[in-house]
């Protein structure tokens, strides 16, 4: 990932409303969300909403797709594996200790938080 892009993702996820909207598409899963679960998920009203997403979209964050009538947005995963992989590239620098507990989070196991 370029920094430039990196720079768009972060400014795209530096508000509120819109970080809420990808952590809850990352949660939707594959199958994303339609625009109105979203916004009443978020607590966004619609015209809002539109203006976030658009700006999510533009980051290359998230998609959008027609499905009959309803417009259902999905994450872009592969735009967070770079995201992350931009952050950790210069990682640990011969001291995998450092990194280890980014990794171990990565690799979706439960923190002691999680499990108690």
Do not use: N, W
């Not at 530096?14 to 625009?35: C, F, H, K, N, Y």
């Not at 590239?89 to 450092?98: K, N, Y």
Request: aromatic share 6%.
């Amino acid at each position: 990932m370029e920094e430039e892009r990196a720079l768009a993702a972060f400014a795209a996820l530096s508000q509120e409303t819109r970080l809420r909207i990808v952590r809850r598409l990352i949660q939707a899963g594959p199958d994303g969300l339609a625009a109105g679960a979203l916004g009443e998920a978020v607590g966004a009203a619609t015209s809002r909403l539109s203006f976030h997403l658009t700006h999510l979209e533009h980051a290359g964050l998230i998609r959008s797709r027609r499905d009959g009538r309803f417009i259902i947005y999905t994450v872009l995963y592969p735009a967070f594996t770079d995201l992350i992989g931009f952050l950790l590239r210069d990682c640990c620098q011969g001291h995998p200790e450092i990194c280890a507990p980014a990794l171990k989070m990565l690799a979706c196991e439960p923190t002691a938080t999680e499990t108690a």
